[in-house]
């Protein structure tokens, strides 16, 4: 952040390789299609989506419809005994993970130069032919409510996936500061009888060295509000437990494959800055690989219209 502050040119989006989101959306009638490989691993389980599927659509300019589905794979990692418990043998189960269903909307944006509240004046809010371009957003603000399913399959008695549903509602900011931009994330997982309800909070900060390339720095918590009591679950999803938190640090950035930037590479790395054991949900690692594909009509070019002189004939 301290070198970021020192740039120009700086700024941040959040989302995949992300933790952290934010209040863009794809543009209307734009798709935004997610393949990524993930990871996140502690010292006594492991969680993998090889590969996550993750489906968004604009609708208008400010909305983003999103589905996305995981294979998913849990591991148990062998533990060996101790005074109080017996050794445990490892395992690994797989199987469809569950369904995710988003709709996002920026309900909040200004642009330099315009009231906090109120309408934007009628002089900037169509720029007229010849104008240069509208100047970039510097603050919005927008939410994304969504909720996890499973899917019918046999996920959930094997211990694949936690036993749904569950309602996530964040509130997602994108502002400016001087040169630096940052994206804010908080948010709330309201849980089940038999999951946890959380709070979780994340912020990134980013610079974009060219038009293709672009590096992020990301913390991220998520902390379990309540406990629920033993005798639901199966597998890392069985109930019980005390209290999980993740706290993590992570860095990562985008890399654009092709002139059109239409094919992006995406990647992250990340660990958790405190303590990871067996039983404290902190992880040893985190990771994203993923490839990003953007789809859509093209904008359309105003053409420039050239003013001619007429001929007065002589003076």
Same mark, same amino acid.
């Given at each position: 952040?301290?070198?970021a502050?020192f740039s120009?040119?700086v700024f ?9 989101d934010?209040?863009?959306?794809p543009?209307n009638?734009h798709?935004?299609?997610?393949l990524?490989?993930l990871?996140?691993r502690n ?14 659509? /604009?609708l ?6 999103k589905y996305?589905v995981p294979?998913a794979? $849990?591991?148990?990692?062998? !533990?060996? *005994?101790?005074a109080?418990?017996p050794?445990e043998?490892?395992s690994v189960v797989?199987g ?5 269903l988003g ?12 009231p906090w509240?109120?309408r934007r004046?009628?002089?900037?809010a169509?720029?007229?032919?010849g ?9 919005s603000?927008?939410?994304y409510p969504?909720l996890s399913l499973n899917n019918p399959?046999?996920?959930v ?6 036993n749904?549903?569950d309602?996530?509602?964040p509130?997602e ?6 040169p630096?931009?940052?994206?804010g ?7 089940n009888?038999s999951l946890?309800?959380?709070?979780i909070? /994340?912020l ?6 060219t ?6 720095? $990301?913390?991220y918590?998520e !902390?379990? *509000?309540n406990r629920?009591?033993?005798g639901y679950g199966t597998g890392q999803?069985?109930?019980g437990?005390p209290?999980?938190?993740?706290s ?14 239409t094919l992006v ?5 990340g660990r958790?800055?405190?303590?990871a054991?067996?039983?404290?949900g902190?992880?040893s690692w985190?990771?994203?690989v993923?490839?990003q594909?953007?789809?859509?009509p093209k904008?359309?070019?105003?053409p ?8 007065l004939?002589p003076?």
């Amino acid at each position: 952040m301290l070198l970021a502050a020192f740039s120009v040119g700086v700024f941040a989006q959040a989302g995949p390789p992300f933790r952290t989101d934010d209040p863009e959306t794809p543009g209307n009638k734009h798709w935004e299609i997610n393949l990524g490989w993930l990871g996140d691993r502690n010292p006594g389980s492991g969680s993998y989506q090889i590969p996550d599927f993750d489906i968004n659509y /604009g609708l208008g300019d400010r909305i983003q419809l999103k589905y996305e589905v995981p294979i998913a794979i $849990e591991e148990t990692r062998p !533990q060996p *005994a101790t005074a109080n418990q017996p050794a445990e043998d490892g395992s690994v189960v797989a199987g469809l993970g569950q369904s995710l269903l988003g709709v996002k909307y920026r309900f909040y944006e200004h642009h330099p130069g315009d009231p906090w509240f109120g309408r934007r004046p009628p002089s900037k809010a169509v720029p007229s032919a010849g104008d240069s371009e509208e100047p970039a957003v510097n603050f919005s603000v927008g939410t994304y409510p969504q909720l996890s399913l499973n899917n019918p399959t046999s996920s959930v008695r094997r211990g694949v996936v936690a036993n749904g549903p569950d309602f996530f509602l964040p509130i997602e900011s994108n502002w400016r500061l001087g040169p630096i931009r940052f994206d804010g994330e908080v948010g709330y997982h309201f849980g089940n009888h038999s999951l946890p309800q959380s709070w979780i909070r /994340g912020l990134i900060v980013g610079h974009e060295f060219t038009d293709r390339t672009e590096a992020y720095l $990301e913390i991220y918590d998520e !902390q379990d *509000a309540n406990r629920i009591p033993a005798g639901y679950g199966t597998g890392q999803f069985a109930t019980g437990q005390p209290k999980q938190r993740e706290s993590t640090l992570g860095l990562g950035g985008r890399q654009a494959l092709n002139h059109d930037k239409t094919l992006v590479l995406l990647l992250m790395g990340g660990r958790s800055f405190q303590s990871a054991s067996a039983v404290s949900g902190q992880p040893s690692w985190i990771a994203y690989v993923g490839l990003q594909v953007l789809l859509g009509p093209k904008e359309a070019v105003t053409p420039q219209v050239e003013q001619k002189v007429p001929n007065l004939g002589p003076q």
